[in-house]
């Protein structure tokens, strides 16, 4: 089974991908892209995918909560991974050598004391992975990458530091997608994502809170993304306790459509465990 993640093989996407699936009888498939992510498995490219949405430090993956919106994918699943940032570099190189270290942006923010104490010039790059890869091709021994401890053994590089983030409980939040029309009948479910935009009134928003606590369901998450077509226009993405199945939430969501403009279920699944990390 094709599954599709964003990013290099290494990359921490593809962690969880092992994570959630296991490794047999599966084949990752790693794109450049969340947008080709989502587009193979609208073109049936691969069989399901797995996106972060969002980071216990940095927030909601942004593109990835407006990808999810617009298309028709259904999640069955989520999981939560520990991110554990390591400094790499090619074999024989110390970390007195490093002038410089190449990663995402957020790596970087998240290991910027480590890399300022030392002296190393921190420089984006587009995918931890692909950074990982590009200095495995190289000889230079005054390069770095922040990288997963699975980049390590792909492209043979040393890991000259695995204490490299300020903050260590980091967690990343995947969901697993299939296609609406494939969502399986029987899941589980103990948890259930939506979106909605509200009707343009005021108490709109309270209106539509209220359902919730009228049936008795706890919301787990509350979160607005602008609409760019429709300027200062909102999408709020709710996840809550319980299954589409329960008669409180098909009255919620029914007494709901008195508030909305448009209601999109994104999917109801398993909670995926939350490993304590302090």
């Known amino acids: 089974m094709k599954i599709a993640f964003q990013g290099t093989k290494g990359s921490y996407s593809e962690e969880a991908l092992y994570k959630y699936f296991g490794k047999e009888n599966i084949i990752p498939t790693g794109l450049a892209l969340s947008e080709d992510v989502c587009e193979a498995l609208d073109q049936k490219e691969v069989a399901a995918a797995i996106l972060p949405i969002e980071n216990s430090i940095v927030g909601n993956v942004d593109v990835n909560m407006d990808l999810i919106f617009k298309y028709h994918f259904y999640a069955i699943g989520e999981l939560y991974l520990p991110i554990k940032h390591c400094l790499l570099a090619t074999k024989g190189t110390k970390l007195e050598?490093?002038?410089?270290?190449?990663?995402?942006?957020?790596?970087?923010?998240?290991?910027?004391?480590?890399?300022?104490?030392?002296?190393?010039?921190?420089?984006?790059?587009?995918?931890?992975?692909?950074?990982?890869?590009?200095?495995?091709?190289?000889?230079?021994h005054e390069t770095g990458t922040i990288s997963s401890r699975l980049c390590s053994e792909y492209y043979g590089l040393d890991i000259i530091s695995d204490d490299v983030q300020k903050v260590k409980n980091n967690l990343t939040r995947f969901l697993v997608f299939v296609k609406e029309n494939e969502r399986p009948t029987v899941v589980g479910n103990i948890k259930t994502s939506i979106a909605f935009c509200t009707k343009h009134h005021p108490g709109a928003l309270l209106g539509c809170l209220q359902e919730f606590s009228n049936n008795n369901i706890n919301l787990t998450k509350l979160e607005s993304r602008p609409i760019p077509e429709n300027p200062f226009m909102y999408i709020f993405y709710i996840d809550f306790m319980g299954s589409l199945d329960d008669q409180n939430t098909k009255t919620c969501l029914k007494n709901l459509e008195e508030h909305a403009t448009s209601i999109k279920i994104i999917g109801s699944y398993p909670c995926g465990d939350r490993p304590d990390l302090m």
Do not use: M, W
């Not at 998240?110 to 890399?115: P, R």
């Not at 420089?123 to 931890?128: G, V």
């Open 97 to 140: 050598n490093l002038k410089k270290v190449y990663s995402h942006p957020i790596a970087l923010a998240q290991c910027h004391d480590f890399l300022k104490r030392h002296g190393i010039q921190a420089i984006p790059e587009y995918d931890t992975a692909g950074a990982a890869k590009l200095l495995s091709e190289s000889n230079d």
